[in-house]
T-cell receptor, first 114, second 116 residues
Framework: GNSVTQMEGPVTLSEEAFLTINCTYT??????LFWYVQYPGEGLQLLLK?????DKGSNKGFEATYRKETTSFHLEKGSVQVSDSAVYFC?????????????FGTGTRLKVLA | NAGVMQNPRHLVRRRGQEARLRCSPM?????VYWYRQLPEEGLKFMVY????????ESGMPKERFSAEFPKEGPSILRIQQVVRGDSAAYFC??????????????FGSGTRLTVV
């Protein structure tokens, strides 16, 4: 079945460092891929998405490229801030699991130090 | 335009009690999705409801859990005879039609259930 694998956390960075959070997926067909962010005590907010191969999603300085050849959707940001500290979830929606149903990764906690 | 509203934010129940979690979808949305987040894990799909109908409950435990979305009022996730393993954050999301593959949902802030 469909699945999402994220790098284990926590990830601890200094402010202005470069961020990469790895995400790979397994799915039949052509899933859509998403990154969500969860700040402490809050719900999930959609950060960005990509719906076909080679698409790049971007928002608030974050970006991720849908790589079908490596089945990856890594999240990157050039210069992180303390306010980016949160848990980041990679997710997919695929035709075989139901177009309405997300498959989430386990999340990666990011801590940014001033 | 209010987002997806969930209440209560925090709920403490003793083992054996019932828990009722409420989710009011965004205005104009008639489709609701419930997810559960166990500690240190990602969200897992539980159930998808459309007004007065359960469309997909493949992620719901077979016993003690039920969900409804009446014609009027919020969607309710009900857990009977709670056990410690039910302690989790429960999130809902909504959409105005059956979510397309590329449609990104907005989630509510969740209900954090603690069973003592």
């Amino acid at each position: 079945g469909n699945s999402v694998t994220q790098m284990e956390g926590p990830v601890t960075l200094s402010e202005e460092a470069f961020l990469t959070i790895n995400c790979t997926y397994t799915a039949t067909g052509y899933p859509s891929l998403f990154w969500y962010v969860q700040y402490p005590g809050e719900g999930l907010q959609l950060l960005l998405k990509a719906t076909k191969a080679d698409d790049k999603g971007s928002n608030k300085g974050f970006e991720a490229t849908y790589r079908k050849e490596t089945t990856s959707f890594h999240l990157e940001k050039g210069s992180v801030q303390v306010s980016d500290s949160a848990v980041y979830f990679c997710a997919l929606k695929g035709e075989t699991s139901g177009t309405y149903k997300y498959i989430f990764g386990t999340g990666t906690r990011l801590k940014v130090l001033a | 335009n209010a987002g997806v509203m969930q209440n209560p934010r925090h709920l403490v129940r003793r083992r054996g009690q019932e828990a009722r979690l409420r989710c009011s979808p965004m205005k104009g949305h008639s489709h609701v999705y419930w997810y559960r987040q166990l500690p240190e894990e990602g969200l897992k799909f539980m159930v998808y409801l459309q007004k007065e109908n359960i469309i997909d409950e493949s992620g719901m435990p077979k016993e003690r859990f039920s969900a409804e979305f009446p014609k009027e009022g919020p969607s309710i996730l009900r857990i009977q005879q709670v056990v410690r393993g039910d302690s989790a954050a429960y999130f809902c999301a909504s959409s105005h039609d059956q979510g397309a593959l590329n449609y990104g949902y907005t989630f509510g802030s969740g209900t954090r259930l603690t069973v003592v």
